[in-house]
C-alpha cells in the first residue's frame, strides 16, 4: 500500500475553492478532475467505495487512482473498506437490476460517506466522480446528493468528460474495469 493515503492533513480545506472530490476509480476521475482545475477548482482525491468487491480489486482500483493523482499532482484520502456496511445498506436489492434502487442505496452509501469526510475536514464543497459514466443517472445522483449542504452538482458527461476520460485513460495505460464494483454487478 501506498504512503499517501492521507497526507498534509494540515492545510486541507482552508480555501474556498478547495473541493473534495468522491473518486469511484482512476478513468472516470481523469477528465473530471481536468475539468475542475480548468475551472478554477483545487480538488483533494477521497476514494471510499465500500461497495467494491473482492477487497483486492479495491486495492486495484485505488493504484490506478494514485496514477492519475501523480499526473495532476493532487493530494488523495483512502477511507478504509466496509463492504460488510455496505451490504447490510443494500440488504434485499441484491437481484435488482444495474441503475436500479440498489444502485440508488449505493450512491447514497458512497455520498453520505463523503460529505461526512468534507465536513470533518472543513472543506465547503464535495463532488463525485459518477456523473462521468454514461451508464449512470446523473439526475439521479443529483437528486441524492441534495440532501447533502456541501454537494455541488457537476455533471462531468457534460463538455465531452466521458470521451475525453477515454482517451485519458488510454495515455495514462489505466486498467479499466470490466463491471460496476460490487458482487452484484460482476453476475450482468
Ligand atoms: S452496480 Fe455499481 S452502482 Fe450499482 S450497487 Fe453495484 S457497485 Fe453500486
Known amino acids: 500500500m501506498v504512503a499517501r493515503e492521507i497526507l498534509e492533513m494540515y492545510s486541507i480545506g482552508m480555501d474556498e475553492n478547495e473541493i473534495l472530490v468522491h473518486a469511484c476509480c482512476g478513468p472516470c476521475s481523469t477528465a ?3 475539468r475542475l482545475l480548468s475551472e478554477g477548482w483545487k480538488p483533494v482525491i477521497f476514494f471510499s ?3 467494491i468487491y473482492p477487497a483486492s480489486e479495491a486495492d486495484k482500483r ?3 487512482l494514485l496514477k492519475v493523482a501523480d499526473f495532476f499532482h493532487l493530494r488523495v484520502i483512502r477511507e478504509e473498506q466496509d463492504h460488510a456496511s455496505w451490504l447490510s445498506s443494500v440488504a434485499g436489492l441484491e437481484q435488482e437490476r444495474e441503475g436500479g434502487k440498489r ?3 449505493c450512491f447514497l452509501y458512497n455520498l453520505r460517506q463523503a460529505s461526512a469526510k468534507a465536513e470533518e475536514l ?3 464543497h464535495f463532488c463525485t466522480t459518477l456523473t462521468v ?3 449512470k443517472n446523473s439526475k439521479l445522483i443529483f437528486d441524492i446528493g441534495e440532501q447533502f449542504p456541501l454537494f455541488e452538482k457537476i455533471d462531468f458527461k457534460k463538455k465531452g468528460g466521458f470521451d475525453r476520460s477515454l482517451v485519458m485513460s488510454r495515455d495514462l495505460d489505466l486498467y479499466r474495469q470490466q463491471y460496476c464494483g460490487c458482487e452484484f454487478s460482476m453476475q450482468h
Open 62 to 64: 485505488f493504484a490506478e
Open 122 to 124: 472543513g472543506f465547503k
Open 32 to 34: 473530471s478532475i481536468e
Open 133 to 135: 459514466s454514461r451508464f
Open 49 to 51: 467505495n465500500s461497495n
Open 103 to 105: 444502485c440508488e442505496k
